[in-house]
């Protein structure tokens, strides 16, 4: 589902130009959440103030049908660093995050679930972590998970082992949300499916730093569970995807190429043993069944070939039409030729400065006027600068 950009949403905090501290946002998808709503929003009001960073909470209904966006409304009246984001139906999980994401302006986010089993007190931990060790993202680990052991823990267990080794990145929980996300690092992400789980290995095989946290997991109170044995089957998929996306979507030749080259061996091998069977065992071709395998093999090898040139034409499309690098840049020191321009046309002699340039970290934003400021922002709170 498309995103609704930042500069579309009316309701969007406004961005404050300052300086000191980092800005959070916090991202919570809701549906069917009523009862869980107004004691989410009082833990995470009490954690942040005490925190005393400046933030902002978005709240995404995903669609509910029980009163939670009559309740998310009266919230986002009452506090103008909240923001409510409704959906007309239900797109799931993965959708309303990246609607938060797009409608956020922190420079870190963070995602947690809206049944209260993710603990607000964990945010600060997060937050301290992610600072102390300098990482871009920190991922919850619910390593003493209130949740049922055969139809919630045991599939969560084989799926994370899983996706740790199809991935290379080692975490224990992909599948919690509590997690702490440095802007820059998600600022080329797009989320389809459920793929919204997978961003850690995303941002590693982009060059970013990921680490996790042991995190508190409460059961839930109120409600049921939205999330059944289905979406293991629907996140093996996905992964499917996510490994092809990370080895080939560049080089597409090479799976679909590597494949089709093994097809023609095979067919190759086969035809040996076809011209075996004809003139030293007296096998006619045409009873030979190993002939139609070669024939077969030799056409899935030619269009494995043909596909892979295919999806070259639509790889260099993408990429080409769209203007997307195929490589992420996280720094540039140094001014260059660039420099050497801008000092003769000073025409002053004066020796070039050094540049340093953090690709990914947008540049501040203009404070706007529009009385939904972010929450703790003082004098000197504010984006780092």
């Not at 969007?12 to 501290?21: D, L, M, S």
């Not at 619910?142 to 055969?150: G, H, L, P, S």
């Not at 996280?330 to 002053?348: H, K, M, Q």
Request: aromatic share 10%; glycine share 10%; charged share 20%.
């Amino acid at each position: 589902m498309p995103c609704l950009s930042a500069a579309r949403l009316p309701y969007t905090a406004a961005y404050p130009a300052g300086r000191g501290q980092l800005v959070l946002s916090i991202v919570v998808p809701i549906y069917n959440e009523v009862e869980n709503v107004p004691e989410l929003h009082e833990e995470l009001q009490g954690v942040l103030k005490a925190f005393g960073r400046p933030y902002e909470i978005l709240y995404v209904d995903d669609g509910s049908k029980d009163g939670s966006h009559a309740l998310l409304k009266q919230i986002a009246d009452a506090n103008p660093e909240v923001v409510v984001i409704q959906f007309r139906r239900n797109f799931g999980q993965t959708a309303a995050l990246a609607a938060g994401l797009e409608a956020s302006h922190g420079d870190v986010v963070i995602f947690m679930d809206g049944d209260l089993q993710n603990d607000p007190a964990e945010i600060p931990r997060l937050l301290q972590t992610m600072e102390e060790g300098d990482f871009d993202v920190v991922s919850g680990w619910r390593k003493n998970r209130q949740d049922a052991a055969i139809s919630r823990k045991l599939p969560s267990q084989m799926a994370n082992w899983l996706i740790s080794k199809v991935s290379g990145v080692e975490l224990h929980d992909y599948g919690c949300t509590l997690k702490a996300y440095r802007r820059e690092v998600l600022k080329n992400v797009r989320l389809y499916g459920e793929m919204h789980r997978f961003i850690p290995a995303y941002a590693a095989w982009a060059g970013a730093t990921v680490t996790e946290l042991p995190v508190n997991h409460r059961a839930r109170k109120y409600g049921k569970s939205k999330y059944g044995i289905n979406r293991t089957i629907k996140v093996l998929l996905d992964l499917l995807t996510l490994k092809f996306l990370s080895s080939y979507s560049t080089k597409p030749i090479q799976l679909f190429g590597g494949l089709g080259a093994i097809s023609i061996m095979f067919g190759f091998l086969a035809t040996l043993f076809v011209l075996y069977s004809r003139y030293f065992e007296a096998v006619r071709v045409h009873r030979n069944p190993v002939a139609l395998i070669a024939v077969f093999l030799f056409l899935a090898g030619l269009l494995f070939i043909t596909q892979g040139l295919l999806a070259e034409l639509v790889t260099r499309t993408y990429f080409e039409s769209q203007g997307k690098s195929t490589y992420v840049v996280r720094s540039v020191i140094g001014r260059g030729l660039r420099g050497r321009r801008a000092i003769r046309a000073n025409g002053n002699g004066t020796a070039r400065s050094t540049r340093y340039v953090r690709y990914g970290v947008a540049a501040a934003r203009r404070s706007r006027a529009d009385g939904r400021p972010l929450a703790g922002v003082g004098g000197s709170a504010g984006r780092a600068g």
